[in-house]
């Protein structure tokens, strides 16, 4: 049977995040599923904090397997000025996650690895925005 792990990865990152010291220590906001918006679209949160983004599950196609990556992309939001800040987060959230043991709630996290950091700013010209791009290999077996 396919098992996509999406759901139960996005749990074990969130509460990685939601403990670890170094990422609340820079994001009193808080790390988001869903971003709490106005009513005109635009957040309805302090500054900083993370979000949960796009997530891909590749299955490992084979007999009798039930294994995978599970590409997750994680946001990070700031409006102090320049990037520094939300670099230190990109970083905070990177310690917290990169090769670090996470426990799932069903199945296996066999290694959850960054694989790209990119650090924009957002055309309203006041939000640093760092984009981090992680890859997980889970096995349901």
């Known amino acids: 049977m396919l098992t996509d792990p ?17 990422v609340k ?7 988001y599923d869903i971003v709490p918006r106005a009513a005109d679209g635009t ?3 302090d500054f900083p904090y ?8 590749l299955p490992e196609l084979g007999e009798a397997t039930d294994a995978g990556e599970t590409v997750i992309t994680l946001h990070c939001w700031s409006r102090a000025v320049g990037f520094p800040e939300v670099r230190k ?6 310690a917290a996650l990169h090769d670090m043991p996470l426990v ?11 694989k790209s950091t990119r650090v924009l ?6 939000t640093s925005h760092a984009v981090l791009t992680f ?7």
């Open 6 to 22: 999406g759901l139960d990865l996005q749990g074990a990152i969130v509460a990685a995040l939601k403990l670890d010291a170094g």
């Open 25 to 31: 220590a820079l994001v009193q906001a808080g790390v």
């Open 43 to 45: 957040p309805n949160v």
């Open 50 to 57: 993370v979000a949960v983004g796009d997530t891909q599950f």
């Open 89 to 94: 987060i990109a970083r905070a959230v990177t």
């Open 104 to 114: 799932m709630a069903t199945g296996e996290l066999q290694s959850l690895l960054l």
């Open 121 to 126: 700013r957002d055309p309203d010209g006041l």
């Open 135 to 141: 890859s997980a290999l889970t096995d349901a077996n």
